[in-house]
């Protein structure tokens, strides 16, 4: 744990520096790392790579009734396994360590003292309980909840009283009755009216800041130059420049994305089902479909360009201003497309790594027959799969004990001339002690067509259907030397005793 040097940290320079890019991905640990938050840090990964910037992880933990260190932990991890590493955070360290807000407190606690004693906050005595009830009052009214001012013009004697009596109190700030502009970089300026906003909290009675708060100070200290972030927050940002004006900080630069939508056209965030990077990563997605996939939400590459596309083109080509502000759409079919798409371009020594554990999960022992032989497989069934979970059905029929005779097989193969071609190809495999390569195939299935005079079709499938049990699967002249002339055998004879 690294210990905070408050003396440090509020003498040394700080605020955007011009020569910087500095963003950040401030996620609240509360769970794994929803896709939502994924491409949050992931144009804040790629603007700090297209700018030679770096990118800061920092833990927004001050919420201590929902974060945990255990979600710590799984947010980490699941950036790291779609390696989307920051270059700096809780594990890298970095200068303006700790990453971590709630081993923060003492420079928010400060600051919100400084802004007490510079009478741009005050004491509030006023409970949670009290909080809400005026504010729903308020609202029944048709007012605004903002706070009613009942501790605003408190004298600092009566306070130290009340203090002294022992009456936990939260700090609140004055929020200045003026209309504000906030420049965002996708969305143009951005007004908030007079009144929208009331005096405010920033440290809580236990001495924790507020979101607004601490997110302000951190990104100043930090020196974060841009804050990308979900559109949510955009109506946060009212507050953070109040604090930042209040203080005489520089704000970052703001570029408040757009939200990511379902299919359904409800928010993704709002819906059931496989949501967290680590459930996609589960279900068979490759981390690089993943990432790619998620850059085109919000992000499009110039016309002409595919969308499967290598990191550092996307890297190359991504400019915040050229994000989209309309609500990116989570279409989990093209994702799965997409997913094929890599699966069919990866090396396959590559792809048989990452496979196993999935064919294992399946039930089936990809080292059963060696290397070079689960490589051969793979080969001959990637262009079908979408997901690595799909690897399962594949297999059964390079497996002896999983192999078996479909029904449709089945009925093709109780045919006479069926019958015929696979005996007649019996022969020929015995004859010619296998069918070790296409060639073999070609000259075995010729000779079959001259002897038995049947052709076509139906040669063709009953030859397929003896020897994988199915009508349809990868091409023979591929799955035959997989299967070795003793398998291709046993099954030939199978299919002649059904
Ligand atoms: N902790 C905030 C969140 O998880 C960060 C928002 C921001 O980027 O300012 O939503």
Redesign the pocket.
């Known amino acids: 744990m690294s210990t905070f040097d408050l003396q440090k940290t509020l003498s040394s320079p700080a605020g955007p520096n011009p020569k910087e890019v500095r963003v950040r991905f ?3 640990p509360t769970g794994h790392l929803h896709v939502g938050g994924a491409r949050t840090h992931l144009f804040n990964w790629l603007y700090a790579k297209h700018t030679g910037g770096k990118l800061i992880l920092r833990i ?1 933990d001050t919420d201590t009734v929902r974060s945990t260190r255990e979600s710590e932990r799984m947010v980490i991890h699941d950036i790291a396994s779609i390696n989307l590493m920051p270059d700096e955070g809780v594990e890298q360290g970095g200068p303006f360590a700790p990453y971590r807000q709630s081993e923060r407190q003492p420079l928010f606690k400060a600051l919100a003292y400084r802004l007490l004693d510079e009478g741009k906050a005050f004491r509030c005595f006023c409970s949670d309980k009290m909080i809400e009830e005026k504010a729903l009052a308020a609202k029944a009214a048709g007012k605004l909840p903002h706070y009613d001012g009942s501790c605003t013009f408190l004298s600092k004697d009566e306070g130290d009283k009340r203090v002294a009596a022992g009456e936990k109190f939260s700090i609140r700030m004055i929020a200045p009755q003026k209309d504000y502009t906030v420049h965002d970089l996708l969305r143009g300026d951005v007004h908030f009216k007079t009144g929208m906003v009331g005096d405010f909290v920033v440290l809580r009675s236990n001495g924790m800041p507020v ?1 607004n708060f601490s ?1 302000v100070v951190d990104d100043y200290f930090m020196r974060i130059s841009h ?1 990308i ?1 979900g559109e949510d ?1 955009l109506s946060n940002t009212i507050r953070q420049v109040m604090i930042s004006e209040a203080f005489g900080w520089e704000v970052p630069k703001f570029a408040h994305i757009s939200m990511i939508l379902g299919t359904d056209k409800r928010k993704l965030s709002k819906r059931e089902g496989a949501s967290s990077v680590t459930d996609y990563l589960n279900n068979g997605y490759l981390p690089e479909a993943l990432v790619n996939f998620l850059c085109l939400l919000g992000w499009s590459p110039h016309e002409g360009m595919k969308e499967v596309l290598p990191i550092q083109t996307i890297i190359d080509n991504f400019e915040i201003e050229k994000l989209s502000r309309s609500p990116a759409v989570f279409d989990d079919d093209k994702l799965a497309w997409m997913n094929g798409e890599y699966i069919k371009a990866m090396d396959v020594k590559e792809l048989a790594q990452r496979i196993k554990p999935f064919v294992e999960r399946a039930g089936y022992n990809p080292d059963i027959r060696g290397e070079e032989w689960f490589l051969g497989v793979l080969a001959t069934v990637r262009g079908s799969l979408r997901t690595l979970t799909e690897i399962g059905p594949h297999l059964e029929i390079y497996y002896a004990d999983k192999f078996g005779f479909e029904n449709d097989a089945k009925a093709m193969l109780a045919t006479d001339d069926a019958k015929k071609v696979v005996q007649c190809f019996r022969d020929e495999v015995v004859k010619n002690k296998g069918v070790n390569n296409e060639q073999d195939l070609t000259t075995i299935q010729n000779t079959v067509k001259e002897k038995t005079g049947i052709k076509g079709k139906t040669l063709f499938m009953s030859i397929r259907a003896s020897v994988t049990g199915k009508q349809h699967g990868p091409e023979l002249k591929l799955v035959l030397p997989l299967l070795g002339v003793d398998e291709t055998l046993r099954r030939i004879d199978a299919s002649l005793s059904l």
């Open positions: 401030a996620p609240s927004e979101y997110v804050v972030r927050h």
